[in-house]
């Protein structure tokens, strides 16, 4: 497996990564190149790699510097599919058109001045045409739904929480687990959920954009924002806001939002200029599973958090030039947001010089960017080719960006750190990727490299771990390129300077030890009496001399006297590395003699020390080599006092012996690994592939079987590749029936994958006329829904239900048929058995459901789906058990919310009850202001004040005053009906206080006030 890093290296934007294996490459993102406009035209038009040699893509998210360069791919002659979530497509649909249109426009803008100078005419660098001819190959997935970009390569997208669609990509391919992260968001940010947790990896590739800094709080940011606009209003200026149109615009607007809904901040004309954001905020409308448990509860209670009294969208160009004519102070957000492109440089053109104004830049600006100059604070900037003097106000507020900070990070990626074995930084400056590494070294984190462009990283199996650069011994790889196939000028040049350096400091070791021992001095081998100080001294002298043999022989002489003798054991490595043929195999693995561990760490050493260049012969020794040390150990030391060592040693045995293709030594060794370990899933797989690769099919299907049966452990990807090959094992054996039927199930799992689909349609030829089916269920399915023969589609789902219950796959497509089209009663019926298998699956597809109701305007409809969203919740609660505490208190607030639309009041309080009880602190204060709600709606007013009053403690322990304002509301009515009007005036009292302009609080106040006797009563506190 190889790494080649080809963007975002040492730089912020053009994200572009491949992973080579098994001859196939996959392309992490592939995003535009910004900065330097020369440079960033040259990078953007041509790839550092053939576009062709790449299989698929697979896309962490919308943003230009990640999916930028789709169009010029596919133009230049990528066929394959892109992979990404959803909501990312969407995004893309727009920002791909709305980034060609851009460079058209600059393209004809810089033309005009061109053609007056007789200068040669440029073209823009992709097409609105070519934009669009990247939207076929996009294949929508689902977070934490499995697919496969590559024959053999699992990959599950998680929520990164950096953007709407946003995912971290994690792949499973080589027995190694690799994760990236795109760009990884911030937690307790509004609107978005909170970045997804991820799964213990060998490998991993991170963004490092914040790597050497510290964000503002979510309050800071707003206080801070505030407090700009005011100055800025005092000075009778405008404030011009440069923001990426997917995110930064819309975390912005949930801001002034609430400042301006409190009354914090006076109302001013606040304008979102740009048709994209526009485009972008309906997207994020349209994709409430992206949402927080918040911003759902503001669209539920009918509050729209993007949207404000004195906020206007403007799409035309005619509304865009009509805004430098509004008198006045206001507010100006419009894309891009490092100022490179856009409707923003006309506005910063008419801003930029006026002391009156502000320019707030709230995002990373990368270098050489038209926002990094205007932060440096130069003296006259250039916009459209022309300079204008920087007078204007210019503030910075790095807290808004959707991109986690170096502390954030850490604490992300701290369950990992165990296992992880190397780490890439990529997406980051120089200066943030080496300050993030020592950051992360002082953490204990292995191999973290800040990688160069071009060369091949090679990535060893999980069991290896060893990655890097190329050997110094060795020229570094091409990177792939049609044009040239040569590798990087700097890495070149780098590898060229080390190798003269190891030259010269070889030779002088060289000669030091090349001197020959005086006549007499020499010291026989066989007297292993001799001291381990002399062994060494001759086992040196004979190996500098040439004399492999001689000083093989006395290092493994040395061994035996002290098998931890760290020297000896990296002389003989390096022997192996060099490819040196004399070197005795034997002599490499005695140092395992007397210390099992030892046995252990040269046997992984031995294996680390072949090079992929390395002729097989020689790699084929060191195998043997490394063969023989696992086994000694093993012999030596059966009783481990680690269990994860044992675990190790007799993985890699039977790994080591499928490379040696000794296919019955490798079984004997699966089958001692069975005996120590139990039955589990993964052991049996493996002796599977062993026996298939011996012909023993029918006992092959037998461990297959057992592994399916046992998948628990290894997950729906994994249980794809058993059935896969079970599959394989009836085609064998001919049962073409059987065969068919297995690898309909593997469909049902992953309706994508190509070899599932090829075991089927070549069992089914097999099969007489009679019984020859056309395509598989779930294909049928998925073609009958593309055509909206939803009530078909519905039947085949069942149809591919019945292979194998519980699929998420037919759960989630059955949601979409039974949402949009279908009242079919079997399809309900079938969604909700098939929910009843697996709780979270049960759980998400509920809530897609009610996101449907949400946006149906039939009464009738919205309530069927509610209705089926509540049977499927029902069946999920009785599985819940098995869910962790998070997803359960989730799985209950979402039940109880459903309820309650459906009127169901009791059976509301009886699920927020239940919810309330337990220790999840996410949703505490939330359950407890819903269950005071509930209360205080059926009658019970006492009980209302007891919950109110548990929301409001915690909510202001945790700053949570969105949710508080209601609480108090609801409180104060508790209080109005339990005749407590002294309490009740002053829990509206605590609410003026904290919203000041809440009119519902003040009204409370003057109810309650009124209701005391005249002596108690007061004067309002806000009119003193």
Known sequence: MKFYFHGAVRNVTGSRHIIETDGKRLLLDCGMVQGKRKVANERNRAFLFDPK??????????????SGSLPVLVREGFEGPIFTHSATVDLCEILLRDSAYIQEQDAHYLNKRLR??????????????????????????????????????????????????????????EGTRVIFSGDLGRPGMPILRDPQPLPEADYLITETTYGDRLHESSADMKNRLEKIIEKAVKRGGRVVIPAFSVGRTQN???????????????????????????????????HPECFDGETLSLLEGGDDPLAFRGLKYTRSVKESKAINEVEGSSV????????????????????????????????????????????????????????????????????????????????????????????????????????FAHKLQEKGYKDVLVPEE???????????????????????????????????GRGALLISIILIICAITVGAIGFAFSRKPERGTEIPV???????????????????????????????EAAALDSKARELIDALIDMGKRGIGEANTGNLYKAAVLDSLVGLEIGQRILQAIETDMPEPEAKKLRIAAYHAFTRALELNKGWSSENQARELMLEIPRIAHELKRYEVELKHLADAAVHFGSQSFLHFSIGLAKMNLFKYREAAGDFKKAIALNSDWGTGSQAHGLINLGICYLRLENYAVARDT?????????????????WFAANEKLPKLEREYFPPVLVAWKHLRKGRIEKAAKEFGRAAALLPGSSVVVDLLAVALAYKTVDD?????????????????????????????????????????????????????????????????????????????????????????????????NISYVHARLGMVELVIGNASEAVMHLERAIEIGNQWGQFRRAEPAYLLLGEANEKLKRNLKARETYGDAVKLFPGSEKAKQGWHRANNALAPKLRKKPPWED
């Open 53 to 66: 040699s790449i299989d698929a893509v697979v896309l962490s998210h919308a943003h230009i510097d990640h």
């Open 116 to 173: 007056k100078k007789g200068k040669p005419l440029i073209e823009p660098v992709y097409t609105q045409e070519d934009a669009d001819a990247v939207m076929p190959r996009f294949r929508r997935v689902g977070y934490e739904e499995s697919f496969e970009p590559l024959p053999g390569v699992r990959a599950v997208l998680r929520d990164a929480g950096h953007i709407l669609g946003s995912a971290t990509v994690t792949l499973e391919l």
């Open 252 to 286: 912005l607007i949930y801001f002034l939002n609430e400042l301006v809904e409190s009354g914090e901040l006076k109302r001013l004309p606040v304008f979102v200029d740009s048709p994209l954001a526009i485009n972008a905020t309906e997207i994020c409308r349209k």
């Open 332 to 435: 100006v957000i419009s894309a891009s947001g490092m100022c490179e492109a856009g409707r923003i440089l006309h506005h910063l053109k008419n801003t930029v010089s006026e002391r009156r104004n502000t320019i707030c830049i709230v995002g990373f600006q990368a270098e050489h960017t038209l926002g990094r100059r205007i932060v440096e604070g130069k003296r006259d900037v250039r916009i459209f080719g022309d300079l204008y003097p920087l007078s204007a106000m210019v503030e910075t507020m790095n807290g808004f960006s959707a991109h986690a900070d170096y502390r954030e990070m850490l604490d992300f990626y701290e369950p990992l750190r165990e296992r992880l074995r190397g780490v890439f930084l990529v997406h980051g400056d120089l200066g943030q990727c080496v300050t």
């Open 454 to 488: 071009e060369i091949a990283y090679e990535v060893e199996p999980a069991n290896g771990g060893v990655i890097g650069a190329p050997s110094v011994f060795s020229a570094p790889e091409s990177n792939g390129s049609s044009e040239g196939g040569g590798s990087s």
């Open 526 to 556: 066989k007297e292993t009496e001799k001291s381990l100080t002399e062994l060494l001294e001759y086992g040196r002298g004979r190996y500098k001399e040439g004399d492999i043999g001689r000083g093989a022989k006395a290092f493994g």
């Open 743 to 759: 690898a309909g199930r593997a469909l049902v799992v992953e309706p994508m994958n190509t070899m599932a689909a090829q075991i």
């Open 826 to 922: 079997n399809a309900a019926e079938i969604l909700t058995r098939l929910g009843t298998a697996n709780p979270l699956t049960a759980q998400r597809t509920a809530r897609r459901l009610v996101g449907y109701a949400k946006l149906e305007r039939n009464p009738e409809r919205k309530r069927l789906y509610r209705e089926r969203a509540s049977i499927v919740f029902d069946h999920a609660l009785t599985g819940a058990g098995s869910m962790n505490e998070r997803n359960r208190a989730e799985l209950l607030v979402d039940a109880a919310e459903n309820s309650w639309k459906l009127d169901r009041k009791s059976k509301a309080r009886d699920l927020l009850v239940r919810a309330a009880a337990m220790d999840y602190f996410g």
